[in-house]
C-alpha cells in the first residue's frame, strides 16, 4: 500500500487526532520527514515491516499508552529530546522554567548549574544549549533517568559541558556550589496521583509524580541545602504546581531575596525563582 493509505488505516483507528497521529507514526516508522510523507504521499510503496510496525503503534496508543513514548521522541524548546516509558515526558509548561532560568542567568561568562532531578535532561540540556557558556550537571536517583539523559546529552551535542550524576537528593547531595540551581522534582501530592488523567497515572513514573503527602518534600530539602549547593547571590528556580506558589515562596523566603512567583502562558503559576543572600 502507499503511504497515504498506510496513513489512513492508522487514522481510521485512532480516536483523538487521529490524522495528526497516523502521520506522527507513518513519519516514524519510514523515517521520513512531513515534507516526504505529503511529496510522496501518494506514490511510494510501504512495506509489510512497516504496516506491522505502525499496526504496533496504533495498538500501544490505543491502550493509551502516551505518544512520544511510542515514537519515543520529544520536542521541548524547539530542541528534540529522546525519551521512553521510566522518565516524564517533557512539558511545554516547563519551558516557561527554562526561559526565566535564561534570563536570570549570566550569558556572556561561564555559569556553573545543576539540574535536579533532571529525568529526560531536558532542562539542564536546554540551558546548555541556549546559554554557550554554561557548564550543567544534572542529577537523578533512577538508573532509567540517567541512562537516557545521557543519550540526551549526545543527541543535543553538548557533551563537552553537561554531565550526568546518579544522586539521591534526598539523601545525599553534591560536593560543590554553583551558580544556579534549577528543578522540577515531583510535586504532585500523593493522595492526588490516583486522580490523574489515565496516560499520566497509568503510564508516567510514580517517582517523578510524587512529592510526598504535601507535594513539597523535594522544596524543602532543597530549600535546606541552599547554602551548600548554591554560591551567596546564586539562583534558584522552581517548577511548582499552579496551586504551590505561595507555600514554595514562604519556605524559600527566609534564606532568598527577590523571591518571585511566574505564570506559565496560561497564566497559572509555575516557577518560583529567587536569589540566595
Ligand atoms: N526535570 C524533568 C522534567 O522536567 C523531570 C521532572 C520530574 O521527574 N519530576 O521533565
Not at 516508522?29 to 505502525?54: K, M, P, W
Not at 527566609?254 to 505564570?263: P, S
Request: charged letters at 30%; aromatic letters at 6%; one cysteine or more.
Amino acid at each position: 500500500m502507499v503511504i497515504n493509505s498506510l496513513v489512513r488505516f492508522a487514522e481510521d483507528a485512532l480516536t483523538e487526532n487521529a490524522r495528526y497521529e497516523a502521520e506522527q507514526m507513518v513519519m516514524s516508522a519510514l523515517e521520513i520527514s512531513h515534507t516526504e510523507l505529503v511529496l510522496h504521499g501518494r506514490n511510494r510503496e510501504t512495506t509489510d515491516v512497516d504496516f506491522q510496525a505502525v499496526g504496533e503503534m496504533v495498538e500501544r496508543r490505543k491502550k493509551g499508552e502516551p505518544l512520544q513514548y511510542i515514537l519515543g521522541e520529544c520536542e521541548f524548546m524547539s530542541l528534540d529530546f529522546y525519551v521512553e516509558s521510566g522518565v516524564l515526558i517533557p512539558r511545554s509548561d516547563t519551558e516557561t522554567l527554562v526561559e526565566t532560568v535564561i534570563n536570570a542567568a549570566a550569558k556572556d561568562k561561564k555559569a556553573e548549574i545543576l539540574d535536579i532531578c533532571t529525568g529526560s535532561g531536558c532542562i539542564g540540556i536546554s540551558l546548555a544549549r541556549f546559554l554557550p557558556y554554561a557548564e550543567v550537571d544534572l542529577i537523578d536517583i533512577s538508573d532509567k533517568a540517567i541512562e537516557v539523559a545521557s543519550k540526551n546529552i549526545i543527541r543535543n551535542d553538548v557533551s563537552d559541558r553537561v554531565k550526568v550524576i546518579k544522586k539521591d537528593i534526598l539523601n545525599e547531595y553534591p560536593d560543590k556550589q554553583y551558580d544556579v540551581v534549577v528543578s522540577n522534582p515531583p510535586y504532585i501530592e500523593t493522595d492526588v496521583i490516583d486522580t490523574l488523567q489515565a496516560t499520566v497515572k497509568d503510564f508516567e513514573p510514580r517517582l517523578a509524580l510524587d512529592g510526598g503527602e504535601d507535594g513539597l518534600i523535594f522544596y524543602r530539602r532543597i530549600v535546606s541545602l541552599a547554602d551548600k549547593i548554591i554560591r551567596k547571590n546564586g539562583v534558584l528556580a522552581f517548577e511548582i504546581g499552579y496551586n504551590q506558589g505561595e507555600a514554595v515562596k514562604k519556605l524559600m523566603e527566609e534564606k532568598f531575596t527577590d523571591v518571585r512567583v511566574i505564570q506559565d502562558l496560561s497564566g497559572n503559576n509555575r516557577v518560583v525563582i529567587g536569589i540566595l543572600k
